[in-house]
């Protein structure tokens, strides 16, 4: 894959509209596998939650795994949202470098974000993202990963609503931006 020559520079410019959900994923540079420990993990899931006080944003789902991570978020105030991704990448990416004794390493690549526009749209990117661990061979039951919202949404809706979810809005492979 060629990246523009200014990586600051996202294209497709980003949509930014007040009041929305949205899907956010952000990948590592090369798809390497910066986040291959619970430790790294964790540090990326604080940064995630300190950004999303901050900001004043609600996380309706997550999910962090070696390469990536994938949101779906309220966004009040949309102005902020470059901001909020660039807390969660530039916050982890100094203590992750830190852990591994490396500076200035570049570890995220560009965000991609969606407005969930609907409700089919919406539960569709919720279960997508408590399915990404089984999809990618990380464990074969979604409650069993520990690095995603699944238990919590268990724990708010029980174990039958969720799964009716899926029933209603089933996971189809989402095909990322960057594989176009």
């Known amino acids: 894959m060629e990246y ?10 980003h949509l930014l509209l007040d009041n929305e959900k ?5 990948r590592t540079v090369d798809w390497s596998p910066f986040l291959d420990s619970d430790e790294k993990k964790k540090i990326l899931y604080d940064c995630i939650l300190k950004a ?6 609600i996380c309706d789902s997550w999910v962090i795994l070696d390469n990536h991570y994938q949101l ?16 969660i990448n530039g916050g982890s990416s100094r203590l992750i470098n830190k852990i591994d004794n490396l500076l200035n390493r570049t570890i995220w690549d560009q965000y991609w974000d969606t407005i969930l526009d609907d409700e089919k749209n919406y ?12 999809k990618h061979g990380y464990v ?17 809706y ?23």
């Open 158 to 180: 029980g174990h039958e609503a969720v799964y009716e979810t899926f029933k209603n809005y089933p996971v189809i492979d989402f095909t990322p931006p960057w594989d176009k």
């Open 4 to 13: 523009p020559k200014d990586r600051n520079i996202h294209r497709p410019p």
């Open 52 to 57: 999303l006080m901050k900001f004043n944003y």
């Open 22 to 26: 949205y899907f956010i994923t952000s």
């Open 72 to 87: 779906v978020i309220g966004v009040k105030n949309s102005q902020y949202l470059p901001l909020f991704i660039k807390q």
């Open 140 to 156: 074969k039951k979604m409650e069993d990963y520990r690095w995603s919202s699944i238990n919590e949404h268990i724990n708010k």
């Open 123 to 134: 539960w569709t990117h919720i279960n997508y993202n408590h399915h990404n661990p089984v």
